[in-house]
């Protein structure tokens, strides 16, 4: 299999294929920014090729990992030696009739995982259109399941929904992690200990939500004692409108994918 695009996703994908068996040797990756070659390199032992060459010919599966401003222009580098192959591209927004005109040929499924790949924790949803059979969704599944979970969506839209919530969504609990850390610091912890608070919390909080039936309201509810300390900082966070914030953050993420489209696509 091929990558285009050598950066963090195609890192964090290739990290799990690697952990789970793959060769390195198996894996040609495209990448024009030198210190990403050189950290393949030292990473994974992979040389990267610095453009697209027939080298790429007879692959059965190409991971486009670029950046969806420079998917086109890498796309018409590579498309002449890819035409055979199995496309799955994890670049936000753009969308598949863009590649398939591109690419010139209908085997695609968009993905769109999250960072927490990079330690077989990532979420990915994933999009397959009509032209590719099951066989090559069982591939992509072998592949994405390298790196964590994975949801089909039956329509290509609901991809920039997953880029809002899981693509996106690491970034939004860091910033979490960052005022959490923080406002220890502010009431006199030293910032390591509100910083393994915080993570701990986190972590501790979504395997009880993922192992548990109940939904979170409830569980919230729980840590929720009559008069007590979390109904004073949840009521405050109510009524600064956090929740409300939030929800209109996500939609600002989903519209700016929405946008990448109609900027990059063709
Ligand atoms: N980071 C994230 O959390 C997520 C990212 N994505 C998507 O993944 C894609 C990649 O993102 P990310 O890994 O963060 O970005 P990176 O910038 O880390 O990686 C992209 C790499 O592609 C290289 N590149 C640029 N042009 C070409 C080309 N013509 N041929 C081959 N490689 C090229 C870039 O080099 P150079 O720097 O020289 O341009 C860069 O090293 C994006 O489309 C993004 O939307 C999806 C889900 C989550
Ligand atoms: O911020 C972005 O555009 C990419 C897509 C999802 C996460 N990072």
Redesign the pocket.
């Known amino acids: 299999m091929a990558f285009?695009?050598?950066?963090?996703?195609?890192s964090a994908i290739i990290g799990g294929l690697i952990a789970n068996g793959l060769p390195a040797s198996q894996i040609t990756v495209?990448?024009?920014?030198e210190a990403?070659r050189d950290a393949l390199k030292a990473k994974f032992g992979i040389d990267a090729l610095p453009t697209a060459s027939a080298a790429l010919a007879g692959q059965d599966l190409v991971v486009w990992?670029?950046?969806?401003q420079?998917f086109k222009?890498?796309a018409a580098?590579a498309a002449p030696h890819t035409a055979q192959a199995l496309h799955l591209s994890?670049?936000?927004g753009i969308t598949t009739d863009s590649i398939a005109q591109w690419l010139g040929t209908g085997r695609i499924v968009r993905a769109?995982?999250?960072?927490p790949a990079l330690v077989g924790k990532g979420m990915t949803g994933l999009f397959a259109r009509p032209e590719v059979d099951a066989e090559g969704q069982a591939l992509i599944e072998r592949v994405i399941g390298t790196t964590g979970q994975l949801v089909w969506v039956d329509g290509e839209a609901k991809l920039d929904a997953v880029t809002a919530l899981s693509?996106s969504g690491p970034a939004y609990v860091f910033l979490f992690l960052e005022a959490m850390t923080q406002a220890g610091v502010d009431m006199g912890l030293t910032a390591p200990q509100a910083y393994q608070l915080a993570v701990a919390t986190f972590q501790g909080a979504s395997e009880l939500a993922a192992r548990s039936d109940e939904p979170a309201s409830v569980l919230r509810e729980r840590v929720t004692s009559k008069g007590g300390t979390t109904y004073a900082a949840i009521t405050h966070m109510q009524q600064a409108g956090l929740p409300q914030t939030f929800i209109a953050a996500l939609r600002k993420a989903e519209a700016r994918a929405q946008e990448l489209a109609q900027e990059f696509g063709r």
């Open positions: 285009i695009g050598g950066g963090n996703m195609a495209v990448e024009p920014f990403a990992a670029v950046k969806p420079t222009d890498a580098a994890v670049a936000a769109m995982p999250n960072t693509g």
